[in-house]
């Protein structure tokens, strides 16, 4: 039954469906009358694909799995680009256990691991010898982005050694389980979701918390003072971090929603129609207010409507100078120093689109709005 519910709150619980049947042949060693109670979730799954096919026409479990290898054919990004960014994502947000590996790994294997971090970011960085020019951060704030990218991905790394340590150590039930959950998260991230984000990286926190305690117990002696100030130090400075990136996306969230109710204040009252691109917040508060949301397919503008598109968003193309004028860029502040998302400093936690981590320390630009009052008759020309 939990199993369903997971499926249903996210579609990723359905992993937990082979995840479970080979935890339960490796510790039976055969199949039994435990394998009918897995048939709950398959059922649930069942009737949820024909409720959804009988309601909107599409079956969204598999409609989901569909969009995913569209939308990885359309972007076209190369395999090695995609492992260093699930890298950098899994260290980022497991920063726990990046914080712990001094604690955990010996000197010389803290040195592979960057090592073999620098090594994967060069490929990705650099082509020819010359840096990647379809990297989306550039300047100075792109040498600080590939810095913190791989110091992140030096601990995804660290957590998929600790995974395969451990199971070459006790090949048990458990460890077989642990090391499912984990590297089976990770290549979902990598190369089966249509993006890498954070909410697929954190299903696998608990298992690596429980790695790390295990190897703790066996690497450090309980009750040494070096031991537990280490591991006091670690849990303090991981808090500080979690809480200042939830902050942050709690302001960056907050700014989205600032810069809607301004551009609706100044422009929502006027006799033309006010028109929006982008989605998500921006799109939850235009539409709340009575906004208009643009077809890009077929734009319905005439002349004197106002266009709102926010520069920090998906699907925001910005009309040619032939067919509309810049009327005001509306800016809203937002965190300056963290965000977990801001294509200038590549951070993308949502979706690594704009960058390769889920956050990003640097000067972070405020929200910016761009509203453009067309100017002709003729069917809109969006570039």
Not at 236 to 259: E, G, H, K, M, P
């Amino acid at each position: 039954m939990l199993i369903a519910l997971a499926v249903l709150t996210k579609f990723f619980g359905v992993c937990l469906i082979p995840l479970l049947v080979a935890y339960s042949l490796i510790e039976k060693r055969r199949l039994g009358r435990w394998v009918a109670y897995l048939l709950i979730p398959v059922a649930a799954i069942c009737a949820y694909q024909w409720i959804t096919c009988t309601l909107y026409g599409r079956a969204l479990l598999t409609d989901a799995m569909d969009y995913a290898g569209y939308a990885r054919g359309v972007a076209g990004i190369p395999r090695i680009v995609t492992g260093l960014t699930a890298l950098t994502f899994t260290g980022g947000c497991l920063a726990v256990a990046v914080l712990f590996m001094p604690l955990l790994w010996r000197m010389r294997m803290l040195v592979v691991f960057a090592a073999g971090a620098i090594l994967i970011a060069a490929a990705v960085f650099f082509e020819n010898g010359m840096l990647r020019a379809d990297v989306p951060i550039s300047g100075a704030a792109r040498a600080f982005a590939e810095i913190q990218t791989v110091f992140w991905a030096v601990g995804g790394l660290g957590v998929l050694a600790l995974t395969l340590v451990d199971y070459l150590k006790r090949r048990d039930a458990g460890a077989s389980l642990l090391a499912l959950w984990i590297l089976g998260t990770f290549l979902f991230a990598t190369f089966f979701n249509w993006t890498v984000n954070g909410r697929s990286i954190l299903p696998m926190a608990p298992a690596v918390g429980i790695l790390i305690a295990r190897r703790l117990n066996e690497t450090t002696l309980a009750g040494q003072n070096d031991w537990t100030r280490g591991v006091t130090i670690s849990l303090v400075i991981s808090a500080a971090l979690a809480y200042c990136v939830a902050q942050s996306d709690f302001l960056l969230a907050l700014a989205v929603r600032q810069s809607a109710r301004e551009t609706f204040a100044r422009y929502g009252g006027n006799h033309a129609t006010l028109w929006y691109e982008g989605h998500w917040g921006f799109q939850y508060y235009m539409d709340l207010m009575g906004a208009a949301g643009l077809d890009l397919k077929h734009p319905a503008l005439k002349a004197g409507d106002t266009l709102a598109m926010p520069v920090h968003n998906s699907f925001a193309f910005r009309p040619t100078p032939e067919t509309a004028d810049v009327r005001e860029v509306i800016t809203v502040q937002c965190p300056r120093l963290l965000t977990t998302w801001s294509e200038d400093v590549g951070a993308g936690f949502y979706s690594s689109v704009p960058g390769p981590m889920p956050f990003a320390f640097g000067h972070v630009p405020p929200e910016k709005v761009i509203v453009y009052v067309w100017k002709t008759k003729t069917p809109a020309v969006i570039k």
